[in-house]
């Protein structure tokens, strides 16, 4: 058998291997087979790709990556005691599975991936989820999609839209530079152990240029003046960014008595170009 039918029962695997959930590893295990498959699907067909996943586990997810037809996953896991259950899944899909162990927040993925270009799919570790995100954004041009779960409060921060609450760096980052699409909620109850909070899948597809020209030293650079002080006024919101912040604001086309919510990500864009000029 090559199609991982013969692979036992997650739990079972658990109990075998001994893989007690690591809180520090942020380790919460998916075993719902009907879950790990609707992850895999949002990247779109698998049939022939190279895929990376970080922190397999168990390998729940993995299993299902690989049934949809990835021709390579390579999987990087922190926790060595999850090394022989991957084993167990790479022997049963015909070595298409890789398995590093590692830290994928010092992960080289450009050397890794030699210029073959990959999906990223994660159930992430909630820890370290938001560092890998900005790390994968500043490499985008790596992959061709981003399946990536999160706790719900970073998913509605990263496809939030203005004038919202959770409208913010972390939605403009992302927008700015990837398309962004909220997939689906999971409940804690769909963990073993349960999180505290509802998990969210986003999927992030990089845009071929952002989306509205602009530095993004700079513009980051503005959004984080703009949000630092987010209840204010931009006008005084901005005024750390030294020189005449309100003819700066005007020239941009921005009502200076306007707040960083309300912007849109074009309007940051052209606020960063005005600002790059007067420097
Ligand atoms: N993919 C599995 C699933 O869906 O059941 C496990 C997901 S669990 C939320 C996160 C996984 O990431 C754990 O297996 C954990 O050991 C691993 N992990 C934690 N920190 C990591 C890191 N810095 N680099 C690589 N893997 C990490």
Known sequence: MTDGSSLPPLRDVINTYGLRAEKSLGQNFLLDLNLTGRIARCAGSL????????????????????????????AIEKDTRCLPALQDVSDAFDGRLTVINGDALELDEAELLGGQPA??????PYNVA????????????????????????VGDRITAAPRTKAYGRLSILSQWLCHTSRQFDISPKAFTPPPKVVS?????VPRTEPAFPADQAILEKVVATAFG??????????????????????????????RAEELSIEDFCTLARVYAKAQ
């Open 47 to 74: 049939e022939g790709e190279t895929v990376l996943e970080i922190g397999p586990g168990p390998g729940g997810l993995t299993r299902a990556i690989l049934a949809a037809g990835a021709k390579q996953l390579i």
């Open 119 to 124: 999906h990223i799919i994660a159930n992430l």
């Open 200 to 204: 969210t899948v986003v999927t992030l």
């Open 229 to 258: 002080q987010r209840r204010k006024m931009l006008r005084a919101s901005l005024k750390s960014l030294g020189g005449p912040t309100e003819d700066l604001l005007v020239e941009a086309g921005i009502k200076p008595t306007s």
């Open 130 to 153: 938001t560092p890998l995100l900005i790390k994968w954004l500043n490499k985008r041009h790596l992959f061709k999609s981003m399946t990536l779960m999160f706790q719900k409060e």
